[in-house]
Nanobody
Framework: EVQLVESGGGLVQPGGSLRLSCAASGFIFSYYSMTWVRQAPGKGLEWVSSIDPGSGLISYTDSVKGRFTISRDNAKNTMYLQMNRLKPEDTAVYYC?????????RGQGTQVTVSS
């Protein structure tokens, strides 16, 4: 059974940083690309970033380029999203998903709130 568990969300002031983690189990993590997506209040899912199995192919949506960094540790079956210079519009539930630019399967999400 595929399990994806996000953590690391919270309340942060504008300009602050957070590091999200996604712990994966139930499949061979190193075989799969992985993705972060988010859902802001009242809006649909938005793709944020993807990374291929070897971390050689990485892409970001334009609104987070230069501020967010995706990475993974295949030995730990974990993916990360380092988020810097956070803005109020980054407020959302962040999900990790298996696959490149994929939304399913995904975890239960972690809430990120950017507010002063």
């Amino acid at each position: 059974e595929v399990q994806l568990v996000e953590s690391g969300g919270g309340l942060v002031q504008p300009g602050g940083s957070l590091r999200l983690s996604c712990a994966a189990s139930g499949f061979i993590f190193s075989y799969y690309s992985m993705t972060w997506v988010r859902q802001a209040p009242g809006k649909g899912l938005e793709w944020v970033s993807s990374i291929d199995p070897g971390s050689g192919l990485i892409s970001y949506t334009d609104s987070v380029k230069g501020r967010f960094t995706i990475s993974r540790d295949n030995a730990k079956n974990t993916m990360y999203l380092q988020m810097n210079r956070l803005k109020p519009e980054d407020t959302a539930v962040y999900y990790c998903a298996r696959g490149y630019q994929s939304t399913f399967p995904r975890g239960q999400g972690t809430q990120v709130t950017v507010s002063s």
